[in-house]
C-alpha cells in the first residue's frame, strides 16, 4: 500500500525579506509568512491528513500550526530541518545558494552536505513507511528536504533537483505531491 505525501514549505520568514539564507538559524516567520499559512489553509481546501510532519524550526512548526491546527496531529520531527549551512548559516543568500549545488557531497564547512540531508530524510520515510501504510501525510518544511524527496521518491539527480525546482521559476504551489511504495 502506497502512502500520499504532501510537501507544503513553510511561510516566508524575517531572513527570507532580508535575502538571507537561514540554514539551522531559527528564525520567526514576518507578517507575509503568517498571512500565506493562514491563506493555505483555504487554498488547500478539503484535503486530510493522517498526520502533519514538521521541522522542529519555529518557522516550520507556526506555519504548519497556522494552517492544520485542529484538523490533523502534528508532529515534529528534527530530520526535517533544512541542510546546516554550518559557518553560512544566515548568511546572504547570494552568497550561500551559488555554495548549494556545490555542497552535494561536500558539507558546508562546520555543517553537512545535500547527501546527509537526503540521509535525514530516508531514514524518515522508513518511519513513515512503516507507520502509515495506506494513509495521506503533510510535510511542512524547508528547501532541502523537499529537493530530497526528489532525488529518493522521483529519481531525480541532485542537479536534475536543483535545475528543476520551483524557486528558480518563482512558481509556488499549495503543496507537492508524492507517492511513497
Not at 521541522?55 to 533544512?82: C, W, Y
Not at 524547508?142 to 522521483?154: E, F, I, R, S, Y
Request: charged share 30%.
Amino acid at each position: 500500500m502506497t502512502i500520499k505525501i504532501v510537501y507544503f514549505v513553510h511561510g516566508t520568514t524575517t531572513d527570507n525579506e532580508q535575502g538571507i539564507s537561514s540554514g539551522w538559524s531559527d528564525v520567526e516567520l514576518s507578517e507575509k509568512g503568517v498571512q500565506q499559512s493562514i491563506d493555505l489553509k483555504d487554498q488547500i481546501g478539503g484535503m486530510k491528513f493522517d498526520a502533519v510532519f514538521c521541522s522542529d524550526f519555529r518557522r516550520a512548526i507556526v506555519s504548519a500550526e497556522l494552517t492544520f491546527k485542529g484538523s490533523a496531529t502534528i508532529i515534529v520531527d528534527p530530520r526535517l530541518r533544512e541542510c546546516n549551512y554550518g559557518a553560512y548559516n544566515a548568511k546572504p543568500s547570494a552568497i550561500v545558494e551559488p555554495l548549494q549545488e556545490e555542497s552535494i557531497s561536500t558539507p558546508f564547512p562546520d555543517g553537512e552536505s545535500y547527501e546527509d540531508v537526503k540521509k535525514r530524510i530516508a531514514s524518515f520515510l522508513d518511519d513513515v513507511k512503516r507507520d502509515y501504510r495506506g494513509k495521506t501525510i503533510a510535510i511542512v518544511a524547508h528547501k532541502a528536504p523537499q529537493l530530497a524527496l526528489d532525488v529518493l521518491l522521483n529519481k531525480k539527480s541532485w542537479e536534475q533537483a536543483f535545475d528543476e525546482d520551483w524557486r528558480k521559476r518563482h512558481a509556488w504551489q499549495p503543496g507537492w505531491e508524492y507517492v511513497l511504495d
